[in-house]
T-cell receptor
Framework: NAGVTQTPKFQVLKTGQSMTLQCAQD?????MSWYRQDPGMGLRLIHY???????DQGEVPNGYNVSRSTTEDFPLRLLSAAPSQTSVYFC???????????FGDGTRLSIL | DAKTTQPTSMDCAEGRAANLPCNHS???????VYWYRQIHSQGPQYIIH???NNETNEMASLIITEDRKSSTLILPHATLRDTAVYYC??????????????FGEGTQLTVNP
């Protein structure tokens, strides 16, 4: 039981590049979400999903896309990277919405 | 979600109990108290949550006052690996919209050898 697995752990991009941050969980959790954490800002919700085929926007969704084709995977896509997207990204999951969340170890992303 | 107040930092000797307080005087009747922690450079980790009764699990105990305006997280035998920022969060358990966790400043707990 690996919990929530995020890849890659570190990534450097140039402005305008696109990439996908991967998130997978093996706990059969319905709810999955993406946060970003910036110094002094706490966690901010980007997108979330309450089940396969269902996604919705959080508080800072601009510049990011998500999809949920399976229960296990919830990838986050940066469409055209900008320096303002430099952050640490965390994926989290829970059995159902509102239940205690399990977090991955994060992806540290730098946009030059 | 109700606002919480925690001390900025605390120290604890290894092997001793760490008692982390949290004030949540505006808590509503249907709001739970959750505790998470974040060890440096790792993702947040869920510790425990409760409504009004004291709770205990393999990681910690949660003591909630009778008026529910404050609570204490207890790590019974702190180790160096418990050094982390501890967040007290008050929120309803089941939410219909995006289940956003609002992390405040938290308490930096340093466990000393």
């Amino acid at each position: 039981n690996a919990g929530v697995t995020q890849t890659p752990k570190f990534q450097v991009l140039k402005t305008g590049q696109s990439m996908t941050l991967q998130c997978a969980q093996d706990m059969n959790h319905e709810y999955m979400s993406w946060y970003r954490q910036d110094p002094g800002m706490g966690l901010r919700l980007i997108h979330y999903s309450v089940g396969a085929g269902i996604t919705d926007q959080g508080e800072v969704p601009n510049g990011y896309n998500v999809s949920r084709s399976t229960t296990e995977d919830f990838p986050l896509r940066l469409l055209s990277a900008a320096p303002s997207q430099t952050s640490v990204y965390f994926c989290a999951s829970s059995y159902r919405v509102g239940q205690p969340q399990h977090f991955g170890d994060g992806t540290r992303l730098s946009i030059l | 979600d109700a606002k919480t107040t925690q001390p900025t930092s605390m120290d604890c000797a290894e092997g001793r109990a760490a008692n982390l307080p949290c004030n949540h005087s505006t808590i509503s009747g249907n709001e739970y108290v959750y505790w998470y922690r974040q060890i440096h450079s790792q993702g947040p980790q869920y510790i425990i949550h409760g409504l009004k009764n004291n709770e205990t699990n393999e990681m910690a105990s949660l003591i909630i006052t009778e008026d529910r305006k404050s609570s204490t997280l207890i790590l019974p035998h702190a180790t160096l690996r418990d050094t982390a920022v501890y967040y007290c969060i008050v929120r309803v358990a089941i939410q219909t919209s995006g289940s956003r966790l609002t992390f405040g400043e938290g308490t930096q707990l340093t466990v000393n050898p």
